[in-house]
């Protein structure tokens, strides 16, 4: 099939090289140049596990193109996949300027019966929407088919190659099919739905993900208060199949592109609806104290945080992407800066990104080593594997003070005992102090 996918972000490329890799001409528009200079190049704009070498296989067998024309892309498409983002507006609803905007661009060059797929992440009626918009510009017949993404960052090509559903909705049969046929070499289980539910799937979805993230925060806290441990009760937990171990790892909280404009989107929704969706509305809260748990910690500890050296571990929001959107190190680092710490931070790959998002305000470390150098504290914020394979006794004696709050739980109870000296404060857990006596 010849496809043409707009938008080359995680969804738009993740998607536009997994088709490609199962056979169909893709053609990738961006509006971007920079990024389709060097997708034509063939190098990545994120970093995606896998996906750099699936986009230069697949551009070398004739199957993958870059363009930054829609009409080069559009004018011999049989489906037309939208992947723009729909980031979060100033009230809290989604923001579809570029989806509008996607619309129009497509409008002008489709051929006739072309279908048209929505897999932004959008509210519910927004296909029937665009459906009026592009109708408005051109008296060409299309179809439309909501298909909303469920791809993690970081395992963007595992998730897209080996999905656990795929969601298609249309009140087109005919179109529902070929989008089903689209699929099929992935072997992929195929949910098929009308518009309105496969619009909500999606919102419920990372909503029902999130409250979990925000229930097992609120249950770690408690196992600070009681003297529990949130290892073993999430543990204990998961092992129900009727709750799933996925998502009950407590930590600093969720961030990214994803949940935290979904949840306000689908609270949004609700409002307009009168529905008054208080649990959301405490996931959200939940959510934001548990971003500045470290820091409140780290008061606790030190007292004043005035030109105390601190050593971030992680900038981006989670392991294995260089995505800073709604980062829980933002707020952590603008907290720390307030109280005039002085802030060094590594990542292994967010760096640039992160510099984009504060700037001068912090300084930036080219290895752990130099982060740790002589630190007051560090705080361990992004679970990267790197960080959880650190040499605890040699990172300690690194240290001005061995003072770790683990926002992540990197470390096993024994790896933390065995270092001769140090302060150690993780999620969840009772600390843990060497060389001095220890506490709860
Ligand atoms: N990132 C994720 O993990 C994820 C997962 C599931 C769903 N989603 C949803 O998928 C959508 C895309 O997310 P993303 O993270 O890939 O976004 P992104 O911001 O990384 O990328 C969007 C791309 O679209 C391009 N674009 C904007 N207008 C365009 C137009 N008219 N024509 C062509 N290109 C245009 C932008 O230049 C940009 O490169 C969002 O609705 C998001 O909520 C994202």
Known sequence: MKIAVLGTGYVGLSTGVCLSEIGHSV???????????????????????????????NTALGRLHFTTSHKEAIETADIIIIAVGTPQGDDGAADLSYLVQAAKDLSAHMKPNTIVVIKSTVPVGTNDYVKCIIEEHTNTPFKMVSNPEFLRQGSAVKDTMKADRIVIGSQDKEAALKIQEMYRPLGVPILLTNVRSAEMIKYASNAFLATKISFINEISNLCEAVGANIIDVADGMGRDNRIGAAFLQAGIGYGGSCFPKDVKALLHTADSYGISFDLLKNTISINESQKILLYQKACKVLGSLKNKKIALLGLSFKPETDDMREAPSINIAHLLRGAEAQVVAYDPVATENAKKVLGNTIEYASSIEEAIDNADALFLVTEWQKFKQLDLVKVTQQMKQPLIFDGRNCFSEEKVRACPRIEYYPIGKPAIITGKDEIN
Do not use: F, M, T
Not at 34 to 52: D, M, V
């Open 27 to 57: 053609c990738c528009i961006d509006v971007d140049e920079a990024k389709i200079n060097r997708l034509r190049q063939g190098l990545s704009p994120i970093y995606e596990p896998g996906l750099e070498d699936l986009l230069v296989k």
